[in-house]
């Protein structure tokens, strides 16, 4: 009972590990060598998901947030196109030109990927531990043959493109992942701050105020 119990013990341990463990960082970013017109000043935010419009605009507005946070003027797309389907680049132009912003900013949904983590149970002393060698060792062999811990969990890739809309050109892409997300209200503003603290670093937007 005394060893069953400190694997309990070892198995809620790394569930709440696991639980507490999502996070965003950039796998892959690029930055077009010849853009040299310094920082943007307001930025059209786009998220794209078909599955789930409430998600893409909980995505945007948090996005629209960090980015004024940080001193930078945005306005969520779905402020300024209506409807919940695919639109006419048209539209999508006069939007973007109404609002006067000189950078679009698209964040678009690439895939989930499931995984699976097997981690191997902690052994711990038996009750003979400190008694001689063999105490020691009773506790290590046992521990061999505990069942490890097998855990799944998500992995949400995101392409985040940012365009100069006065040469409709693509200046700065990323990828990003995700791991093991609870929502997107919860997650989206540690994303949003992964996404522009990049853009900083590129000179894209305005550097943090010392």
Not at 95 to 111: C, H, M, Q, S
């Amino acid at each position: 009972m005394r060893k069953h119990g400190k694997l309990i013990v070892h198995v809620l341990a790394a569930l709440l590990l696991m639980a507490g463990c999502a996070s965003t960082t950039l796998q892959s970013q690029w930055r077009d060598p010849g853009y040299a017109g310094g920082p943007f000043k307001k930025v059209f935010v786009i998220g794209l998901s078909a599955r789930d419009v409430s998600a893409r605009r909980i995505f945007e507005d948090a996005m629209v947030a960090r980015l004024t946070a940080a001193g930078v003027q945005a306005v969520p797309e779905w402020q300024h196109l209506p409807g919940d389907g695919p639109l006419p680049e048209g539209s999508v132009s006069a939007a973007v030109e109404g609002t006067g912003a000189d950078a679009v900013l698209i964040a678009r949904l690439v895939g989930i990927d499931t995984r699976i983590s097997v981690s191997p149970a902690v052994p711990g002393p038996g009750p003979g531990y400190g008694y001689g060698w063999y105490g020691p060792y009773a506790g290590w062999y046992s521990g061999w043959y505990a069942a490890p811990l097998v855990t799944q969990y998500d992995v949400v890739i995101v392409e985040t493109s940012l365009f100069d809309t006065k040469t409709k050109r693509l200046v700065w892409s990323a990828t990003s992942q995700t791991v093991d997300p609870s929502s997107v209200q919860k997650e989206a503003p540690a994303f949003a701050d992964t996404i522009i603290g990049a853009l900083q670093k590129a000179g894209l937007v305005p550097a943090p105020k010392s």
